[in-house]
T-cell receptor
């Protein structure tokens, strides 16, 4: 069966510090991968998605970037965090056919001080 | 472009009572529709999905949803709620017309269950 791992679960970072959140998927190959942000009391905002290694699409211009160095690894990064980067970050995967449901990790709670 | 509307931000229901969560979509073709549930501090869990065929879809945890093309709706129902159903529920439609694999999520409905 397929599993998705996301870490860390919780992170507290000072403003201006770098960020690296990692997500890995097991049990499937060539998945679509997604990064979402969920601000308090709000819905899901798609940040990045990837349909293959090295292929990243950005949905919202911002302070963050994403990379996919391996087939089942998806990394969310920032060089300098802003207060507005606080939120709950979710990684998800789906089969590549486009009409399959997305499956989510347990999320990372990011607090910027 | 497709869109999803969940008209109810917050619903309070008594334990044992029935629950219906509304979802309306805008989509240029036959949509793929999904309902997810999110417990506090957790990721989203897929409850059910609709691709085609029978318009009444059964899901996990006793939930069902009905696709009504004429009303552009995909409402989620449960006959008798349990305290553990308190969570946030998201409706989603896909794929995006401009990119395979992208979904549009609704803003969510927070469900509170009272004793």
């Amino acid at each position: 069966s397929q599993t998705i791992h996301q870490w860390p679960a919780t992170l507290v970072q000072p403003v201006g510090s770098p960020l690296s959140l990692e997500c890995t998927v097991e049990g499937t190959s060539n998945p679509n991968l997604y990064w979402y942000r969920q601000a308090a009391g709000r819905g899901l905002q798609l940040l990045f998605y990837s349909v293959g290694i090295g292929q990243i699409s950005s949905e919202v211009p911002q302070n963050l970037s994403a990379s996919r160095p391996q087939d089942r690894q998806f990394i969310l990064s920032s060089k300098k965090l802003l207060l507005s980067d606080s939120g709950f970050y979710l990684c998800a995967w789906s089969y590549g056919s486009g009409n399959q449901p997305q499956h989510f990790g347990d999320g990372t709670r990011l607090s910027i001080l | 472009a497709q869109s999803v509307t969940q008209p109810d931000i917050h619903i309070t229901v008594s334990e044992g009572a029935s629950l219906e969560l509304r979802c309306n979509y805008s989509y240029g073709a036959t949509p793929y529709l999904f309902w997810y549930v999110q417990s506090p501090g957790q990721g989203l869990q897929l409850l059910l999905k609709y691709f085609s065929g029978d318009t009444l879809v059964q899901g996990i945890k006793g939930f069902e949803a009905e696709f009504k093309r004429s009303q552009s709706s995909f409402n989620l129902r449960k006959p008798s709620v349990h305290w553990s159903d308190a969570a946030e529920y998201f409706c989603a439609v896909g794929p995006s017309t401009d990119s395979w694999g992208k979904f549009q999520f609704g803003a969510g409905t927070q469900v509170v269950v009272t004793p």
